[in-house]
């Protein structure tokens, strides 16, 4: 396996970066991982994204969401000696986990919550069951977050 996948581990479990200079380079880091890398390499830049709540980076995600439709990320772990494999990506649906990082982000935009108002559409039978469970979830909880702000 390229070294790709670990150093965005690493970037995906850091303390988050507490200056904006120093998460505008993580976040440049993030996009350049994400636009170049294999699948597996997204999966774990999703993470990474929502852990840093990069809002500009939410939206390249949410421009790729229906091109990765029903993508599977695979669970992606590294050998450990004497022991069990130490896991650094989960599997799951791609587009889930793409929610799971708005979730995070917590964009309160007009557009991202009808972007998740959307693909709550029980009529629409082209999106995934459990992304639409997902995607209930997180407009929900960004909804309750704005009324609270207001």
Known sequence: MESYPYLIWILTN???P??????DIY??????????????DKCLTVVAIGNLKSIKNQKMLIDDFH???KKQCIAISQKNKGA????LSRPGLF??????????????SYETRMFLYKLT???NKKVNYKVRVRAQEVYNRLEEIYKNKK
């Open 14 to 16: 850091s303390v988050a």
């Open 18 to 23: 507490s200056s904006q200079k120093v998460k």
């Open 27 to 40: 976040a440049e880091l993030l996009k350049n991982f994400y636009q170049k890398g294999k699948l597996e």
């Open 67 to 69: 091109k990765m439709n």
């Open 84 to 87: 069990d494999d130490f896991i």
């Open 95 to 108: 587009q889930v986990k793409i929610l799971d990082a708005m979730n995070k982000i917590e964009d309160l």
């Open 121 to 123: 559409d029980r009529k």
